[in-house]
Structure formats: C-alpha cells, structure tokens
C-alpha cells in the first residue's frame, strides 16, 4: 500500500509540475479570427453587426437553441454600454454580452459567460466596404487565460472550438442578408436647381437608433399647429451624420408660408435658392443608405460641397401603407 501512495504522490507530482512547465511555455492568449464576404452594402450589413437585438437572425448559439434561448436586452440598441443577457438550455448556458465601443466600421465587445462554467473574452465584429455592393465581416475573440491555466490551450483547440462557430455565425449572415437584402435598380443621380424654401421645424441632435421615434414625434407637434401655412410635404433635414458617435444633427417638419406665429418648441430654417444633386428613392426606408450613397459618390468624383441634406417624404407610412410605393426625394444642397 505504501508502495502505492507513494506512486499516486509521484504521478500528481509529475502531473503538477508538467502543468506548470506548460503554463510557463504556453502563451496566455489565444486570439480566434474568422472572415466572410457578403454581397451586401456595407451600412446594411453593419447594422446586423451593431444592434444585438438583429444577432438571433444568424448567431450560431441562437439556432442551436432557439427553442428555449430566453434574450433580455439593456440600454440603447447599437450604442456603447447596451447590453443583453441570455439564459438557454445546457447548450448555450447563460451570460451577458456588453457593447462597449463602436467606431464607424467596428463594434468591440465583451462576453461573460456564467453557466455551465465561468468564462470571459473580449471580441469584435468588423464590417469593412470592399467596393462594388460587398462587404467584409471579420469576427474576432481573445480567450486569455492566467497561469497556470493556460496550460488547457494544448489539450482544447479553442482556434477549431471557437472558429467553427464564428464561420456557422458569419455563414448565417451571409445567407440572411443576402435573402433578404433588397435589389435596389440603377440609382440616378442628377443636378437640379433647389428653389428657396423655409422649413418650421423641430431640431435636435440625437442617436441614428432614435431616428423613427423623433421624427415621428415631432412631426406630429408641429403639424397640431402648422394649418394652413403649409407649402408642401413633411421634410427631415440633416447637418451632420457622425459614423463615429452614430450621431446626427436633425430637424424634421414642414415648409411653411408664414413666419410670424411659430409652434412653441419650432424654428425656422431657411434653405436655397441652391444648385443640389439629388435621387428619387422608391420603396421602404432600409434601402435609403444606398441611395445617399450613390449621392455621395457623384459628388465626391465632381469635387462638389454641400451644406445640407433634405429629404422630402412625398408618399410614406403617413398616408400609404404599401412600402413599394413610398416615394422620397433626397437632396445634397450644393452652397
């Protein structure tokens, strides 16, 4: 017996010591990449990268246990410091994952995982425009781990262990976007002569995810008051778009005849006569990226400034219900 114990002590010790050579040779990070190219418009593809609540439409964890995956999600969708909690089945455990920065191109972010096991790693999603509609996706975890732990990296692949699921994820958003990205035509671009308007208008600078909810909640206080003062249709107005922030410096209302009794609340802005370059979008709204886009790049190849974008909403949700048929001229207001 004594024989025996003295065996199991020289093996744990063995086993022990082997563990922390390995600790001390193996690195304490492994850092786990995967990519994909996506025939998809850059903005389009980004947006499924940044809002955790579009992420069920091709997570590979969610597939797996979309059955009994429960999702709570926290803060502004798409801006730092938002964040979600899962609880699944013994297949995906449970945690929570943290946006905690997001550039124009890029959104950083945390998992911690706390069932079955505790475990956490910082990662990335990446969405890069590689020209002519595609986009690159390059998903990115590190996996770090302290001595003398790290000496599991030469028992557990995590490059395979976690690879495998970054190409079943980024494959999944391949195919979603794809299917179900619109078809935009040939989008054309022309110069036109801007007449002189003036807008009453609401103005804030806001987050992009708050877009629908303040134009809609402007448009419907400025239009209590309006009446008769109106001389066209419902117009948003853009002075900035921050990619960095995902920020823009907005106003939304009318334009109007008479200056002299303002809607508590409005301003007045005054725009043109100017020389625009501007496009007829037709359909639903989460094409009008490609649209500005296509915008852009006339004016960017012609060397023309801008002051400001006005997007004039001729026929939209206000007073039509088919998305087909929604009409809405945008234009990049020269000087």
């Known amino acids: 017996m004594k024989k025996f114990i003295r065996f199991v002590v020289i093996l744990i010790a063995v086993v022990v010591a082997g563990v922390l050579v390995l600790g001390v040779v193996e690195p304490k990070e492994v850092i786990v990449t995967r990519s994909i190219v996506i025939k998809a418009q850059k903005d389009v593809v980004f947006d499924q ?16 246990d979309s059955d009994k995956i429960k999702i709570t999600y926290q803060g502004t969708d798409g801006q730092p410091g938002s964040s979600y909690h899962w609880e699944g089945s013994d297949k995906t455990g449970a945690g929570d994952t943290k946006n905690i920065s997001v550039d124009s191109t ?8 706390t069932r079955p096991t505790s475990f956490s790693s910082e990662c990335s999603l990446a969405a890069t425009d590689t020209g ?19 000496a599991s990296f030469v028992v557990m692949n995590w490059d395979k262990l976690l690879g495998d699921d970054f190409e079943a994820g980024l494959t999944n958003m391949k195919k979603y976007l794809e299917s179900h990205t619109p078809q935009i035509p040939n989008i054309e671009v022309k110069e036109v002569d801007y007449p002189a308007h003036t807008f009453e208008v609401i103005r804030k600078t806001i987050f992009w995810t708050d877009i629908t909810k303040f134009c809609n909640d402007a ?11 109106v001389e066209g249709t419902q117009v948003g107005v853009y002075y900035t778009w921050d990619t ?32 625009a370059v501007m496009a007829v979008q037709k359909g639903a709204y989460n094409t009008s990226m490609q649209y500005h886009n296509a915008i852009a790049k006339y004016m960017a190849a012609k060397a023309l400034p801008h002051t400001m974008v006005i997007e004039e909403y001729i026929t939209g949700p206000k007073n039509e219900v088919d998305t087909n048929k929604w009409v809405t001229n945008i234009y990049y207001l020269e000087q």
């Open 106 to 113: 890029k959104m950083n972010f945390e998992i911690d995982i």
């Open 49 to 64: 990268v940044v809002k955790f609540k579009n992420w069920p439409n091709w997570s590979p964890w969610y597939k797996m």
């Open 132 to 150: 002519s509609g595609m986009t690159k996706v390059k998903w990115t975890c590190s996996v770090k781990m302290s001595f003398p732990w790290n």
């Open 219 to 229: 448009y419907d206080i400025v239009a209590q008051d309006v009446g008769g003062k």
């Open 244 to 275: 960095i922030n995902h920020r823009t410096d907005c106003a939304v209302g009318f334009p109007v005849s008479d200056t002299t009794m303002p809607v508590k609340g409005t301003t007045f802005i005054h725009a043109g006569p100017s020389k």
